[in-house]
């Protein structure tokens, strides 16, 4: 156990506290997550099995949402895939961070979300962004799974999931998810016409593929800037 120890001690206190504030959020996302697919009939083995083996908040609420509207298995996958694809960059962001050795890049590849790889990209590069990502992705994932089982309890006491308009809560809380990024110009660009384009296809395609054509609102994405930072403010 002697990479444990030396992990345990270059984890910053600092550090400590702000991927337990960081917790304190991903747990209530994902109560919210288990409640609504509890509430929208999603069977229980699934919804758990989604946070223990995919665990990443976007694309299971995109493939549960896909088969509340009654999508099929491959476009919920197909969807839950594409989404994840930003997993690649972030995967070689983060290879050195992670250790060396099959098991540490196994293991740290299920814990790489979005928050895991900005927590510890905010690190100075060494033993404590490498101490940060580990402690920060263990703590999400467990509070994760804690919440999903916990919004799962809760909302299978939903009586009637269509009176509370769970059909509308999935895309809020997707919506909910991007609006941190939706301050981009060129994310709202994608945005809206990802959404034209779903919107076109709902009346011609069976449910789950419209959401798949609306990834081509890629194809207007512009270049990344190259101006300074001071600039863009």
Not at 9 to 19: E, F, G, I, M, Y
Not at 38 to 48: I, S
Not at 66 to 82: E, F
Not at 112 to 121: G, H, N, P
Request: hydrophobic share 60%; aromatic share 6%; proline share 8%.
């Amino acid at each position: 156990m002697p990479e444990v120890r030396s992990l345990l001690r270059a984890l910053d206190p600092a550090d400590v506290r702000d991927a337990l504030a960081l917790a304190t959020a991903i747990v209530v996302v994902g109560a919210s997550f288990g409640a609504l697919a509890a509430a929208a009939g999603v069977p229980p083995l699934l919804t758990v099995a989604l946070s223990l083996l995919v665990f990443a908040g976007g694309a299971q609420f995109l493939v549960v949402a896909v088969i509340a509207a009654g999508g099929g298995v491959a476009a919920a996958v197909t969807a839950g895939l594409l989404l994840n694809l930003r997993h690649l960059p972030f995967g070689l962001a983060v290879g050195d961070t992670v250790g060396r050795g099959w098991a540490a890049k196994l293991v740290g590849a299920h814990l790489l979300v979005d928050e895991s790889v900005a927590f510890s990209r905010a690190r100075p590069d060494g033993p404590r962004a490498r101490a940060a990502y580990w402690f920060c992705g263990l703590l999400l994932f467990t509070v994760w799974n804690i919440g999903t089982v916990a919004g799962m309890a809760a909302g299978s006491a939903v009586p009637d999931p269509d009176a509370f308009g769970v059909d509308a809560a999935f895309p809020a809380g997707l919506l909910a998810l991007l609006m941190p990024a939706l301050r981009r110009p060129d994310a709202r660009r994608v945005g809206l016409a990802a959404a034209v384009l779903a919107l076109l296809a709902t009346p011609v395609l069976p449910p789950g593929l419209p959401v798949l054509v609306g990834l081509l609102g890629l194809l207007v994405a512009g270049r990344p800037s190259t101006e300074p930072a001071e600039r863009s403010r």
